[in-house]
DNA sequence: TCAAAAGTGTTATCCTTACACCCATGT
DNA sequence: ACATGGGTGTAAGGATAACACTTTTGA
């Protein structure tokens, strides 16, 4: 048990930074891997005096020769199971970064994935009905699969809630605790499977990692102009939806998207005009950089008292 | 500069646990400390095989007597200039937990404090504005001491924005930001002040992790019922708006703030009445707990087409 | 001419915010 | 009686969700 008082040693670990770096483009989410997909990028800590955010920084801005304009930390991955072979426990500290895709320099292995080859339950752009194929039966089957019936039903609950079953609605933000359902139903490969689900695996817990980093940008999407870092300069209104569907994984209503761009004062004309749209051309916008400084937060969600 | 690839070595480097552990007490948001109030408790990785969340969790249950009811992962704090004496880097994990106040055993300089001991200006409860006076005035020098005028600039925007100043709305989120102008503007005893605000300082870099844990907690209590896990089984309404208060640092609408707890089915009544209220006796409540898992999350923001 | 996308306008509903007022208890 | 807190009702304004329709291009 910890100490958790003045005087302690701190214990010997080994450390590493795993990145979760995020481009989209034509309308797919994308996500830098290595070793052909199998793997999020990775590499240790370095002994500089630099920081960690800084030093990722350049390293991914020098590999995706695009600037990385937006970065934060994720999570912090610790638990025991994840020495990799060694005896030390090892440490992963996450980031997630948002760019725009060019092509990789220097390690063969390394590219860019659409995210949704790893999760493909969690795009629900096309009326496809993943979920309700075989893959609700394997679900179905891991709450049948218990003695006790309060096991039973809770788990039945559990499975409603994440997957948007049984009047709940579909919750793009709970990707992390969907996929945390897979795996103790031991439907995905990395929990040595029962059954299979649909998606491609990855090494060790990056999949997890991957998961954390796609439901935190899902959510940091409906209160900050994060989107734009993955536009490029112009963009007409309809990419700019398209990119939050991307993200999102389900489509949004046209007008009301556009009002709410647009009373929010997020974009201005550029006052060109692009082309090849398919139809009527599109007036093209710039992200107004201005918002960032100007807006800080918006929600207040408590019934402030105004004098006070 | 990191290698982030398929193969490395995770460096070699010194890990600790770092708890922000709140209670609310008498309607004061408490903090429990170590050193007298100079430090947050923190202790290294146990090797075991248990997680760090759960030895984190036994631990401080054993010392405040009480279940922590919510717990969560802050921040990892790495950056170069933690190296408190040892030549290698330090790795700070951070995590916030809630509980209620108890006696703490063991450790005697160990204890509860009130938080805004260490942040005076984040309790605009009363109001006595401590940020107008000579507050402000080290603020407004820090602005104006640069040669560039566009620095000047931005410096008063940004003071506005995170100050509530020039018709900007006072964000209570905005915790860390606050602390890192003051910083900055070296009006910090920590960053070897100029000048001086109120407020303690604490040990190493703590004030600033005790910064991002109230930012958090003030951010979650918007929108997931965590103030729950800082009451007594059963309360008055009024005790949980003062709850709420103590944490969001200002004072709440009584009447809208009822609705939107009754409304949202949080509390149900226990058939009880607390009669030292001071006036009429109000009736108790207790938190229903099935909404932990009845709800997942509200907030939608986005304009969603129905039909998909 | 038709498909595809751009763009405009309007309506119903709900939530937030604010204000006004009455009730029950202890001192 | 009055201070203190408990508790109810309601109205205005703004944001959201939903629907219908016109315009401009390329094939």
């Given amino acids: 048990m910890p100490v958790l008082s003045a005087e302690h040693e701190a214990a010997s670990v080994a450390a590493e930074l795993i990145a979760v770096i995020v481009a989209v483009t034509g309308g797919q989410p994308r996500v830098l891997t290595i070793d052909k997909g199998r793997a999020l990028p990775s590499g240790p800590f370095e002994s500089s005096e630099r920081s960690l955010q800084a030093s990722l920084r350049t390293w991914v801005e020098r590999q995706t020769h695009h600037p990385l304009g937006y970065m934060e930390q994720l999570y912090t991955f610790a638990d025991p199971g994840r020495t990799g072979g060694s005896d030390r426990r090892i440490v992963s500290v ?3 970064g948002l760019t725009q895709e060019a092509p990789v320099s ?5 590219g860019w994935r659409d995210w949704y080859r790893f999760f493909p339950w969690e795009d629900r752009r096309k009326p496809s009905s ?3 194929d075989h893959f609700t039966q394997g679900l179905i089957t891991w709450t049948e699969d218990t003695s006790d019936a309060a096991t039973r039903r809770q788990r039945w609950r559990r499975v409603a809630i994440n997957f948007g079953l049984e009047n709940e609605r579909w919750n793009e933000e709970l990707i992390l605790q969907r996929y945390e359902i897979l795996w103790e139903a031991r439907l995905v490969p990395e929990a040595g499977a029962n059954g299979t689900v649909p998606g491609e695996p990855m090494a060790h817990d990056h999949r997890r990692i991957l998961a ?3 439901a935190r940008l899902r959510a940091k999407i409906k209160y900050r102009p994060v989107v734009f ?10 990419q700019l939806q398209r990119a939050v569907e991307a993200l999102a994984g389900s489509l949004l209503h046209k007008q009301n998207f556009r009002r709410l761009i647009d009373q929010q004062d997020l974009v201005e004309e550029t006052g060109e005009m692009a082309t090849e749209t398919g139809g009527r051309p599109a007036k093209l916008f710039r992200f107004r950089r201005e918002v ?6 918006v929600g207040s969600k408590l019934p402030l008292v105004r004098s006070a």
């Fill in 292 to 297: 960032l400084a100007e807006r800080s937060v």
């Fill in 130 to 132: 993943l979920v309700d």
């Fill in 229 to 238: 870092e993955l536009m490029p300069p112009s963009f007409t209104l309809l």
């Fill in 106 to 110: 220097g390690d063969p292995g390394a």
């Fill in 212 to 214: 954390t980093g796609i």
């Fill in 94 to 96: 996450s980031y997630l």
